[in-house]
């Protein structure tokens, strides 16, 4: 299901596949979550006063081919990569994000869950410029926790989410 982009409301209830499902922010700060599905990719917004808009859409039709997909959060703007290009810019959040807080990864509040195959997920602490993208995004991480601003990585080499960082989101 692809829901309209806003910054206000509460959506993202019902028919997404979370690859991270979006946990409360702290300190006036929100969370964000991504869903992704061969339909498009979508970013959610949540924060504690009960709204959970989809702050950026891409509705495309992605087949089955694999994908490196990244979302950048900056300036309260959310921007999606897929295969290393800018493809869209999603709507002012309502609230400063700081830090992803993810709930769930591979998986969601629902019951729903991801249905596909990934490789690995990265969460970094600062935001990553297109550069870093594209030079970073057809390898693993050789050493992770030598990268400071590496907040989360999970592989799911077993099947199953392994978070190899040395740091927390």
């Known amino acids: 299901?692809?829901?309209?982009?806003?910054?206000?409301?509460?959506?993202?209830?019902?028919?997404?596949?979370?690859?991270?499902?979006?946990?409360?922010?702290?300190?006036?700060?929100?969370?964000?979550?991504?869903?992704?599905?061969?339909?498009?990719?979508s970013v959610y917004e949540l924060n504690e006063d009960s709204y959970m808009p989809a702050v950026l859409v891409c509705a495309t039709n992605l087949g089955q081919a694999w994908h490196h997909f990244a979302v950048v959060h900056?300036?309260?703007?959310?921007?999606?990569?897929?295969?290393?290009?800018?493809?869209?810019?999603?709507?002012?959040?309502?609230?400063?994000?700081?830090?992803?807080?993810p709930g769930n990864v591979?998986?969601?509040?629902?019951?729903?869950?991801?249905?596909?195959?990934?490789?690995?997920?990265?969460?970094?602490?600062?935001?990553?410029?297109?550069?870093q993208i594209t030079n970073s995004m057809s390898s693993s991480l050789v050493e992770p926790s030598g990268e400071t601003t590496?907040?989360?990585?999970?592989t799911f080499d077993s099947g199953e989410p392994s978070d190899l960082s040395s740091n927390r989101c």
């Open 1 to 41: 299901q692809i829901d309209s982009e806003t910054n206000s409301g509460l959506s993202g209830e019902s028919g997404q596949r979370y690859v991270i499902f979006p946990a409360y922010g702290m300190s006036g700060n929100a969370g964000l979550g991504i869903s992704l599905g061969t339909n498009g990719v």
């Open 74 to 101: 900056s300036n309260r703007h959310a921007v999606l990569y897929i295969d290393g290009e800018p493809v869209r810019t999603g709507v002012v959040t309502a609230a400063s994000i700081e830090h992803v807080y």
């Open 106 to 131: 591979a998986g969601d509040a629902f019951n729903l869950g991801f249905k596909g195959q990934l490789d690995e997920l990265r969460i970094w602490a600062e935001a990553r410029t297109e550069l």
């Open 150 to 154: 590496l907040a989360g990585y999970w």
